[in-house]
């Protein structure tokens, strides 16, 4: 090997190294400032100074003279807090600042750039200063560190163990790129054991075929035909035969292509404790950040994936949710707030939640600033969900940590890219809890195949609740959008088509839907076909097409056609604020005559303008001063709807609503309440005693009156 080589191959090993012992003087000096006894102390400055001289040494082996220097001064600092055998708050910020001076080398090595003018030769001084005299330093407070501009460095690299003899238990790295390399070739080949399941079957089909012309041969021909029938046999055979055998395989390397793959939850974790500590002494507080599950073996691109979103959370907590010691203890709370990050698995998906024990969501400010914005607010505990949304800030002035809000819209789109959810609750005064949902694997999914708009799509079986087919008595209308009634609540509904912008598909009689969850959201979408259920090979969108409306990758799929993976949050979100075409269902033929429509109001303003609304749309009105009056006249007259308010003299809307469903002769009569009740009980309130549509009155517009009566008519 030529001495440029041997320099380049020394220099990648001597950054590879720098990496590791950054995260372990990291480590080390957290661990250091809450050394409860003199043996813990003691035993973790023996670990800072070898560390040290490690990073000492291997610099001088790539002739870095500058980091060599830093280091020496470093050791000499370390020492002197050890003959002390105490820290001070400004001995270890200086620690700490060569901590990320060094990592900041190593980047500026990896690029090829020069120390000159870096951190580290800034540094230097300082160091110099804090060994000679460590009582003239002033205590300084770390700058709240700033946002990564760039994707956090992925955590190092996994080791497999080589079955070499004699080498068995000694780990080897391996780069994430050549272990993705090899995943992507075991999914191929998985997908080519499952596309031979279909050779397979035809095969059997063509036997079958064969079969049956043998039995109407005679003579020569069906000798011939009866040889290559068995011929035809044995091919099949073999075909399965080796298909399983392929499938067994394939399925064993994927298996072990995982296990190298994977790393423990902490490795996600990697920083954010330094970065948790950093940010709380710069905003005056005192922060703990407890790891949990730790152990807990996750896929490497989904721990690279969640790096940046935990780093969001924490710093958010740490922020937004934890108090100054003084509120705290105010409060009866510990002055040192905690943040807590765990991990778990549930089925075939990892959870992971950051939760802290600090103020919990200030709501009016959130529901103040989102008004301001001309969002949607419902008023009840969905409107938490709001943070995530882009440019939602509760800060009173922007700052480095916060202010922008941008953060947890980058923690959802981030998280939802990984084809799982995010969601937020809190306790006022206790703390706030946010919990991720993503699969534990990236590569291979098994999903569920649609139709809509002549095209078809994959959806995460995991998203999907359930499939059902649609009646019109299965659909309510809500303040004009149409909802799925689910024995348990009102889901929303929307079609396919309307959601991604295609061509809407002609109605059926009883249009297919499948119900999606993200988190504690649902929605239905109305499809055009259910195809199949299937195991597929999972493929990002690549590097041209950054981020595409509702998808996030490509499903590769046994024939070797490809699919939209369609993400199922985001086309929950988007459902919530759709509803499905008044076309849903195929409409009935008119009848020639006019439609009496019932009409109830106390009041005779609103009454007259429901009135002179209704009957310029064609129907004949029965207008009436009170739910009691309704009920005689309906008796007595009939009619083909009934229109009524809630809040009225003698009977109200609820119980002339009950009154009609309790009759035998109008108990399939259409009941549209119209109101200014708008309380979510309220609502569940009409519908529940039968109404089949509920509007309010702040919200009231005569389009969805007329359009709510023209479906249910």
Known sequence: MDRDRLAQALMATFLEELEGHVAALNRDLLALEKAASPARFGELMTSLLRTVHSVKGASRAVSESLIETACHRLEEVLLVVQQREHTTPELMEVCFTAVDALDDAGRRLALKQELRGSPLEALLPRLEEAARAPDSLRPTAPAAPEPPSTPVPEASPP?????????????????????????????????????????????????????????????????????????????????????????????????????????????????????????????????????????????????????????????????????????????????EGRVTLSARLRGGRVQVVVEDDGRGLDMASIRERARARGLPVLGDAGDARLIFLSGLSTAEAVTSVSGRGVGLDVVRAQVEGMRGSVDVSFVPGRGTRFTLDVPLTLSTLRVLLVTAGRQSFAVAGESVERLLRLGPGDVRVVEGRQMWAAPQALVPLATLTAVLGLEASAPRPRPGAMVLSAGELRAALVVD?????????????????????????????????????????????????????????????????????????????????????????????????????????????????????????????????????????????????????????????????????????SAFDQTHLLETLRQLL
């Open 529 to 697: 076909e259910v195809v199949a259920e299937q195991e597929v090979l999972v493929r990002g969108l690549g590097s041209r097409i950054r981020r595409a409306r509702h998808v996030s990758g490509v499903a590769v799929l046994p024939d070797g056609r490809m699919a939209p993976l369609l993400n199922a949050a985001s086309l929950v979100r988007a459902a919530e604020g759709r509803t499905a075409p008044a076309g849903l269902f195929p409409a009935p033929v008119e009848k020639k005559a006019r439609r009496r429509v019932l009409l109830a109001d106390d009041s005779m303003t609103t009454r007259a303008l429901e009135q002179s609304i209704l009957e310029a749309a064609g129907y004949e009105v029965l207008a009436c001063a009170d739910g009691q009056e309704a009920w005689e006249r309906l008796l007595a007259e009939g009619a083909d709807a009934v229109v009524s308010d809630v809040e009225m003299p003698r009977m109200d809307g609820f119980a002339l609503t009950e009154a009609v469903r309790g009759s035998q002769r109008f108990g399939r009569l259409p009941v549209v309440l119209v109101t200014a009740r708008s309380r979510p009980e309220d609502k569940a309130h009409g519908l529940q005693v039968g109404a089949s549509a509920y509007l309010v009155k």
């Open 159 to 335: 080791t497999v163990e080589s079955p070499a003899p004699g080498l068995e238990g000694l780990p080897v790295r391996v780069s994430a790129q050549k272990l993705d390399a090899l995943l992507a070739r075991s999914g191929e080949l998985r997908v080519a054991g499952l596309r031979m399941e279909g050779r397979v079957e035809w095969v059997e089909a063509v036997h079958e075929e064969l079969y049956h012309l043998r039995l109407r041969l005679r003579g020569t021909d069906e000798a011939v035909a009866r040889r290559l029938e068995a011929r035809l046999a044995q091919l099949g055979r073999a075909l399965a035969a080796d298909r399983r055998t392929l499938l067994q395989a394939t399925g064993g390397l994927d298996e072990e292509v995982r296990r190298a793959r994977t790393l423990p939850f902490a490795e996600a974790c990697a920083g954010l404790e330094r970065n948790a500590r950093d940010l709380a002494i710069a905003s005056g507080k005192q922060a703990r950040l407890e790891v949990r599950g730790g152990a807990l073996e996750l896929d490497r691109s989904l721990l690279q994936g969640l790096r940046e979103p935990l780093l969001h959370l924490v710093r958010n907590a740490v922020a937004h949710g934890l108090e100054t010691p003084t509120a705290r203890q105010d409060a009866g709370k510990p002055e």
